[in-house]
């Protein structure tokens, strides 16, 4: 099993920055793709960035290429999504996903969600 805790949402203007936060406990870590996902009200759950677990590897959603970045700490159990010049349009709540075959829609694992608001 594996845990996940998301962190650091908030309310912000368009234009800014927010950095969140996804802890992770249970099964190792080091060896789990994840990835983010996001729910705007009344829309489906769509995919933001994951990133690989043996070199690293990213990716984007076409919107959000260019401002958002995804990273992880293997010591700390933590992966990163840092959020730069925010748009109206990225407010939703915010899920950490993880999945041994790679993270989609129906990753076995997710947090509880966080939320972000862009204001305009």
């Known amino acids: 099993q594996v845990q996940l805790v998301e962190s650091g949402g908030g309310l912000v203007q368009a234009g800014g920055s927010l950095r969140l936060s996804c802890a992770a406990s249970?099964?190792?870590?080091?060896?789990?793709?994840m990835g983010w996902f996001r729910q705007a009200p009344g829309k489906e759950r769509e995919f933001v960035a994951a990133?690989?677990?043996?070199?690293?590897?990213?990716y984007y959603a076409d919107s959000v290429k260019g401002r958002f970045t995804i990273s992880r700490d293997n010591v700390k159990n933590t992966v990163y999504l840092q959020m730069n010049s925010l748009k109206p349009e990225d407010t939703a709540v915010y899920y950490c996903?993880?999945?041994?075959?790679?993270?989609?829609?129906?990753?076995?694992?997710w947090g509880q969600g966080t939320q972000v608001t862009v204001s305009s």
């Open positions: 990133i690989g677990w043996s070199d690293g590897s990213r």
């Open positions: 996903a993880a999945d041994r075959m790679g993270v989609t829609a129906s990753s076995d694992y």
């Open positions: 249970g099964r190792t870590f080091s060896t789990l793709p």
